[in-house]
């Protein structure tokens, strides 16, 4: 019996609580959720009629029977319709151009940069997107850049005050891993640039939102609510028992 446990563990598929944790760093907590390549991650903006989803509820409906979301966070800035500030691209469609980010705050702090969902997980600087012209199955632009191949953003200062709950992803430089972060108390952007280069060892991350930062992680009980959002990246998993 002992031996058929053990063998019916490792058969089994890891579980969605595996993905998302809590940390801290710096006397401040973060929630994180970590995807691999080849997961099945991918953004979410309007349902099968063209309406926006706008929130975690109706994302989750919108899943094929049997699928449910492991986690799920907003993504990317957006106008007050809901559309993307920027390049969005999901499948076949594609809303949006890429932006230099003039006149849009956070987004026009240069660099901005492209979280990009293909056979690898990367964000790029913006500049070094167009020159790669990456195949990307789904695509975000946001800004501004948190790290850049292993950089702070130049303009983000150790003693600022300005600070807010804040929410971004960080790649790997392989491509392997992607880390959705959110801080879970008011953070300034540069130790929450932080937080992905030293604590996370990522060397490249984009911001995603601040404030209106949002995470569904339901298997550590959270699912933030709040008006109704953009751009959202979400982890789908299998729901039904595997045979």
Do not use: K
């Not at 957006?78 to 705050?105: A, K, M, N, Q, T």
């Amino acid at each position: 019996m002992i031996r058929l446990v053990a063998l019916l563990a490792l058969l089994l598929p890891v579980q969605a609580a595996a993905s998302c944790r809590q940390v801290t760093f710096e006397a401040t907590p973060f929630t994180l959720c970590e995807a691999r390549a080849g997961d099945d991650l991918r953004l979410f903006l309007r349902d099968g009629s063209g309406a926006i989803l706008g929130d975690f509820t109706a994302v989750e409906a919108s899943l094929p029977p049997g699928t449910r979301l492991s986690f799920a966070m907003n993504a990317g800035m957006y106008h007050d319709d809901r559309r993307p500030v920027g390049l969005y691209i999901e499948g076949d469609r594609h809303e949006g151009v890429l932006s230099d980010g003039g006149g849009y705050g956070n987004f026009g702090l240069l660099p901005n940069g492209v979280f990009c969902i293909s056979d690898r997980l990367r964000v790029w600087e913006r500049e070094a997107f167009i020159a790669a012209a990456p195949d990307c199955r789904y695509a975000t632009q946001s800004g501004p850049m948190l790290v850049i191949g292993g950089a702070l953003h130049p303009a983000f200062h150790a003693n600022s005050t300005s600070r807010a709950f804040r929410n971004g992803v960080g790649t790997s430089a392989d491509g392997s891993r992607a880390v959705f972060a959110i801080s879970d108390r008011p953070v300034n952007f540069h130790l929450f640039a932080r937080f992905f280069r030293d604590y996370l060892g990522l060397a490249d991350a984009l911001y995603f939102d601040g404030n209106v930062s949002r995470l569904y992680a339901p298997d550590l009980g959270r699912a933030d609510g709040g008006a109704p959002m953009g751009p959202i990246v979400g982890l789908v998993e299998r729901s039904d028992p595997v045979d």
